[in-house]
């Protein structure tokens, strides 16, 4: 039992030292921007995951939480703010607009599919009114472009994301993540048991604005130029939706792995045939919604379930094995 | 001023019928069988596309290709139906609505992108002789194409009412609408009733986008754009009414085009989903919606 424990432990401590290594062995600054990419999906895949997974609340406007983030972060550390106050305004901003949907909403006990409608139509109105307000290209400063540091952004957004990737984690394990899967299950009967239907959802969109938010911020500091409103178009809402279902939906590890399954068919199918993985995804999509609806993460408990039965199998027929051997 | 105004307002009218009519089918839908299918939009440019094509390659008149342009729509219509929504059909409600959106969703995606492979992101219009022809009524100028498009407009809407109204199957799929077992019970085929108003609700999407492509244009992304002012429509004016649609529809479109006036044209959009947004806050089940849908 013990040993099982272990080797998940082991296995992250690893993962964590070589993504910690990579860019001081690969010199590649193609492979590191990639890598930068697939953290940036992380987060925003784990960050919705903790509102439309946990607590089943779909939300198809996770680029309002983003943008904001990407906007916070841009205005005040092109305005000579440090990195860090900067980031931390991303979320927070994030947080506060979250909240004139959620509290209404949830107070109102607004329907699922009403609440999914108003979060894609309140993310259009801040798509448009940004291109409005501001409608031109942001570049990072001066200093910051001539003198670019690309593994310092990696470290930091590879923290980013494994800090958000620990806090969905914790708060799966926790009694609030508990009580904010028994809210999607059943919320009468979560009610019924003295969990607060609206303050666990209203928590879930505070936490999944701040680490959506939180997402922009990285991409802020990341991206040397792009339009203000480029960030709050709607593919960015999209993307951690396709990503987490195709993962595996509720689960801690599921948009992770999606991420990364997202960022690698991408760029296989950009290298040969072009943009055409939008495509692909949204069939996956598609399939996973209607025929896998645990995602990556349950197609392969299934098949280690196959495994492990194939083996016990073996178990009792090897004798018979040795034989035919001889 | 006052012409300016009256103009914006003739403008508003013009487009809000094509908004109702972009409305009715996805409310159709969400009706009878409780498919929130958010492609609606993308059906629509399919259609738009149709008719662009028609007119393009072979010369067919926008208004003489509506009957195609519907039949391409009732085409792939069936296969989405066949191969997607059919599988979604037996689902608990909330879990039906909530899938179907997510399926819709990801189908809109792949569409919006088949769409922009096969025929670029360019914007395009269906620009027949007539096209800039225009009757002008005290200084208002009405462009005859979007006049006709306003009364195709109103003609489907009719014709569907009266076919809901006044025929047998339209009676049936009424009685799904108000309770599918009860339904059943009496001998109607509700899977029938399903395929149906999903291929009514298709072939409308087909001509609305033929009247968008004929009197606006038509361009890959347009899509989602369209099942948003469908939605708004949708919860202004109440589900299953036709009438509430068409109301809904028309204040949609005024609404846009007072704000375009009176507080910036670059707001036009948004006035429309802070409707939506207010409508669900205040009054979930519609201006004109009697009980929840």
Known sequence: MTVKKIIPVALLVVGVMVLWLVPTFIKSDSAVNLLILTFIYVMLAVSWNILGGYTGQVNLGHAAFFGLGTLATRLLYTSGFHIFPSLLAAGVVAVVFSMFIGIPAFRLRLRGDYFTIGTLALSQILYITVGNVLPKITYLPIEDIQNYQLNLRYYLILALALFTIGVAYMLAKSRLGLGMMAVRE??????????????????????????????????????????????????????????TFVGGVGTVIGPVIGAVFFVLVKEFLVLRMGEYHLIVFGILFILVVLFLPGGLVEAWERVRQAIARRLKYRETAVPSLELRKD | MPATVAQSLAFGILVGALYALAAVGLSLVFGVTKFLNVAHGEFLMFGGYASFWLFTLLGVDPFASIPLSMLFLVLIGLLVYRLLFSRMAKLPTQEKIRNTLLVGFGLGLILQNVALRLWTADNRGITPSYAREALTILGVRLPYVRVASLILAFVFLFALQLFLRRTYT?????????????????????????LLS???????????????????????????????????????????????????????????????????SNYRQVVGLVIFILVLLIRPQGLFGTKEG
């Open chain 1, 186 to 243: 059943n919320e009468d009967a979560a009610e019924a048991l003295g969990v607060n239907a609206f303050s666990h959802k209203l928590l879930a969109l505070a936490l999944s604005a701040f680490l959506g938010g939180l997402a922009g911020g990285a991409y802020a500091y990341y991206q040397t130029s792009y339009y203000f409103n480029y960030t709050f178009t709607p593919l960015w809402s999209l993307d951690p939706v396709t990503i």
């Open chain 2, 170 to 194: 339209g009676k049936a799929i009424r009685a799904t609408v108000e309770d599918w077992e009860a339904a059943t019970l009496m001998g109607i085929d509700v899977h029938r009733v399903y």
């Open chain 2, 198 to 264: 999903f291929l009514l609700a298709a072939a409308l999407a087909g001509a609305a986008g033929t009247l968008v492509a004929v009197g606006y244009s038509v361009e890959p992304t347009m899509g989602m754009h369209w099942t948003l002012k469908g939605l708004i429509v949708l919860v202004m004016g109440g589900i299953g009414s036709i009438t509430g649609t068409l109301v809904g529809g028309l204040i949609l479109g005024v609404a846009e085009s007072a704000t375009a006036v009176f507080i910036n």
